[in-house]
């Protein structure tokens, strides 16, 4: 079982950067792939990026390739989202997740509001 907690979310204007962090909890937080999702109302949850259980590997959708970057730390259980040159369309509720592959994740966060202003 692993529990995840978003946060950094918050309001920026574009062309800001903010940082997400999803703090796990659990032993096993290391073996899983995570990934990083946003949904805004109305619209389904969209794909933003995973990384493998190493970090050793990272994809990203391609509206975000090249302004965010995920990293994760295991040895504090803690997996990263850099969001750069953000947008107003970056807007939405993020969320991170656990996967025992980066297809599949089985374990979700409850979400973190994210804001760009224009």
């Known amino acids: 079982q692993v529990q995840l907690v978003e946060s950094g979310g918050g309001l920026v204007q574009a062309g800001g950067s903010l940082r997400l962090s999803c703090a796990a909890s659990?032993?096993?937080?290391?073996?899983?792939?995570m990934g990083w999702f946003r949904q805004t109302p109305g619209k389904e949850r969209e794909f933003v990026g995973r990384?493998?259980?190493?970090?050793?590997?990272?994809y990203y959708a391609d509206s975000v390739k090249g302004r965010f970057t995920i990293s994760r730390d295991n040895a504090k259980n803690t997996v990263f989202l850099q969001m750069n040159s953000l947008k107003p369309t970056d807007t939405g509720v993020y969320y991170c997740?656990?996967?025992?592959?980066?297809?599949?994740?089985?374990?979700w966060g409850q979400g973190t509001q994210v804001t760009v202003s224009s």
């Open positions: 990384i493998t259980w190493s970090g050793g590997s990272t």
């Open positions: 997740a656990a996967g025992a592959s980066g297809l599949s994740y089985h374990y």
């Open positions: 659990g032993r096993t937080f290391s073996t899983y792939a």
